[in-house]
């Protein structure tokens, strides 16, 4: 067993090798980023520090979308196939004048990483930015991956959203709701951030945002809308207005009345927690249900103001996305850090929206290592028991993943690792009655059957 030290206070050892036969060749960038692949080296996948070679069996091709990342001031951690030994390299074995650094995958949406890439860190490494790092590598001409896939709908594929489409779009939109300024801001999310989301709403497809709010009573590691005195970037800037309850309803309205199936969803990026806007948000909901009962209206949020979110119910919310990292108090208060609410409050949201019939959905954060590990399992696993949940939405955790394991056991001890697929099919087996998936579903598919399991065979 060795043990290594990637970044203070996380060990690392190497986990079992059960398939020696069919390892994954491991891949590497060089300072001006170029990636290449390192034969006589398997890439390693990491879970809390446990290392583990990757192989025709914990890897697969990265799906389309998948984008590669260099992991600056870090070094990769390989396995050496003819030493049998996990080394840590700082320059190119095939060029030792060559300085080398991690490479990791950020895969595409609908699926969820069950290693992150292996390596260490420079002391005073600056953060990695707010992404998911997944372990990758080269096998039979192609990248592949450590991902599980979840949902395979296509609704954010890169390949069904041609630019010029959405140009078109957005200029139709432009002469339908010239004074809106919520459609306003939703071009910036679709053409500057190139938001799937964003992109949906100007293509008249499946599901479009709905941002309002410009504040939050969290203050998540990993806010994707506002960072502060992190050394981290956030990835977009929030909204800076409240839109008023026309605006909302005219954008919803120009997506449902449209859309086959349609979902317009509060709290959808850019923006803070839907319940800070429930001033415009619940008048919202009433013109666009005097309208139409068409369309599937739902909220994501931290789900933190049961008072709030039962007045959304009682307007005419159809379905409720509530984000959580972890099912133990520490550790969720570890990444949320709430601010004026605790995690009972969550829970009565959740019971609430259950007895109303809500279709209820949890953003369930993934890090592989803190997610299946003994003690955030049996917590997740209780939750399910006392909830009557409707669908588990699996999605990568978009931060730092040692500085997050990091966080988490400075909160609470977390147990051994079992397997991020162990986890997700013993869910799976034993909730076969709650949905697996990666995206907010349309009322029309609410009872339709978990088919995880039948995925993971077929792929
Ligand atoms: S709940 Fe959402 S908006 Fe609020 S801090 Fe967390 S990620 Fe940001």
């Known amino acids: 067993m060795q043990r290594l030290y990637p ?24 300072p001006k980023g170029k990636i290449f692949d390192l034969p006589g080296y398997a890439s390693v996948g990491m879970s809390a520090g446990m290392l583990k070679p990757l192989t025709t069996q914990n890897a697969a091709p990265a799906p389309y979308g998948t984008e590669l990342m260099l992991l600056p001031e870090r070094k990769p951690i390989f396995y050496n196939l003819s030493t049998n030994k996990i080394e840590t390299l700082t320059f190119n074995p095939f060029n030792m004048a060559e300085k080398i650094y991690p490479v990791a995958a950020f895969n595409s949406p609908g699926h969820i990483i069950s290693y992150t890439c292996a390596y260490t860190e420079k002391n005073n490494a600056i953060p990695l930015p707010l992404f998911s790092y997944g372990a990758a590598g080269w096998h039979n001409n192609q990248f592949v991956s450590a991902v599980i896939p979840i949902d395979l709908e296509k609704r954010q594929d890169l390949r069904l959203m041609p630019i010029e489409k959405v140009i078109k779009g957005v200029k139709n939109l432009r002469k339908k709701l010239p004074n809106n300024r919520l459609r306003k801001h939703l071009e910036k999310c679709a053409l500057e951030y190139g938001c799937p989301a964003g992109k949906n709403l100007f293509l008249k497809r499946y599901e479009a945002p709905l941002p309002t709010s410009v504040t939050c009573n969290a203050k998540c590691l990993g806010c994707l809308s506002l960072q502060k005195n992190s050394g981290i970037r956030s990835s977009q800037d929030r909204i800076t207005f409240k839109p008023s309850p026309a605006e909302i309803a005219e954008i919803a309205l120009e997506h449902i009345l449209i859309v086959k199936k349609s979902i317009v969803s509060f709290g959808q990026g850019r923006e803070g927690d839907p319940i800070y806007a429930a001033d415009v948000i619940e008048p919202a909901i009433k013109i666009i249900r005097k309208k139409t009962t068409q369309g599937t209206i739902n909220v994501n949020t931290n789900a933190s103001k ?68 003994a003690k955030e399992a049996e917590a997740f696993i209780n939750f399910l028991k006392n909830n009557k949940i409707n669908r588990i939405q699996w999605r990568n955790l978009n931060y730092d993943p040692i500085r997050y394991i990091n966080a988490m056991n400075t909160a609470e001890n977390s147990g051994t690792p079992y397997g991020v697929k162990n986890h997700l099919k013993n869910i799976a087996k034993t909730f076969p009655n709650i949905q697996f998936g990666y995206f907010n579903p349309p009322k029309e598919d609410f009872k339709k059957p978990n088919m995880f399991l039948s995925l993971i065979r077929e792929n």
């Open 7 to 30: 970044a203070p206070n996380l060990q690392c050892k190497l986990m079992n090798i059960s398939d020696k036969t069919s390892f994954i060749t491991a891949i590497a960038a060089n």
């Open 306 to 373: 049961p008072e709030i979110l039962t007045k959304f119910f009682d307007a005419g919310i159809d379905s409720i996305r509530v984000s959580i990292n972890s099912f133990r108090k520490s550790c969720y208060n570890a990444y949320f850090r709430p601010q004026n609410y605790t995690f009972q409050q969550i829970m009565q949201t959740i019971d609430i929206a259950c007895q109303k019939g809500v279709f209820v959905s949890i953003n369930y954060l993934n890090c592989p290592g803190f997610t299946d590990s």
